[in-house]
């Protein structure tokens, strides 16, 4: 798998080319640009990086899935010509999610409040609670056809935050309907870590200096990585609320089985 895209202030990028899925079928890498890009927030990119994806990679359109707090404190560099979709996955900030750090009480409040109690506090309920949420799912679904609709010509990319969570959910539907296995889907999920653990680390220490407090600390870090347990969350409670990941593309986001095989043949080979 092709890990990451070498930008310089964008971070957390990758590609899909190069991997097969259940079937032995890839991106097609002469579909002009093979863009189907993720990220994290490109309010950092620099031109060299705004000129490589809009002549590497043909970018046209660039999901959002922040909310609007998020956005404010950290708008996206524009870039002329392309469309820019917010899509809210989620109305409040959650840490891990759409924080960088849970330092700020009334995060950890609001947090503690979207899972239902402090027991709860973790990032494994936080992802089922991205799947009970029809709020969330038509998110998902509406950056789905986004993606799914798109022509030819165009290059899209897709981003939150950190470019983890949300991005690595969206990611992980993404590779699910067109074919590839589970084992491929953690692979690209899991490389979220490669950039995650560098802060996930710095904040561990700073929080254990400050509170002499390692619980805390690690229940720090835990929101700001990526962990095989917690996509394992989100994909259990689509099994226990549709039956099957398959029923939630179909049920859950209004997706049918028919639209899935025409965007497979579209861009695989």
């Known amino acids: 798998m092709r890990q990451s895209i070498n930008f310089k202030r ?3 990028a990758r590609d899909f080319l190069g991997i097969k899925n259940s079937e032995g079928r890839e991106l097609d890498p002469a579909y002009p640009g093979g863009v189907f890009i993720r990220s994290a927030k490109l309010d950092s990119a620099s031109g060299k990086d705004i000129s490589k ?3 590497e990679y043909n970018l046209c359109k660039i999901i959002d899935l922040r909310n609007w707090e998020e956005i404010k404190e950290c708008p996206d560099v ?3 010509g392309v469309k820019s979709y917010n899509i ?3 109305d409040a900030s959650v840490p891990g999610i759409s924080r960088e750090t849970l330092a700020d009480e009334e995060l950890k409040k609001k947090a503690i409040e979207l899972c239902g109690g402090e027991d709860k506090l973790h990032m494994s309920e936080m992802y089922r609670n991205l799947c009970r949420s029809d709020k969330s799912l038509s998110g998902f679904k ?8 798109m022509e030819a010509e165009e290059g899209i990319l897709w981003h939150c935050s950190e470019g983890k969570d949300r991005c690595g959910i969206l990611s992980a539907l993404f590779l699910h309907i067109l074919g590839f296995d589970m084992d491929v889907i953690y692979e690209d999920y899991l490389a979220s870590n490669i ?4 802060n996930a680390n710095k904040q561990y220490k700073i929080i254990k200096l400050m509170t002499r407090d390692e619980e805390k600390a690690a229940l720090v870090r835990s929101f700001l990585i990526v962990d095989r347990l917690y996509l394992d969350a989100f994909f259990d409670e689509a099994v226990k609320r549709f039956g099957s990941v398959d029923e939630l593309v179909y049920t859950g986001l209004g997706i049918s089985k028919d639209e899935c095989l025409r965007f497979r043949d579209k861009i695989l080979i």
């Open 142 to 149: 509406e950056a789905l056809q986004i993606i799914m609709n």
């Open 10 to 12: 964008i971070r957390n």
């Open 78 to 80: 524009p870039i002329e």
């Open 53 to 55: 994806l809009i002549y």
């Open 88 to 90: 809210q996955i989620l």
């Open 195 to 198: 950039t995650a653990k560098k």
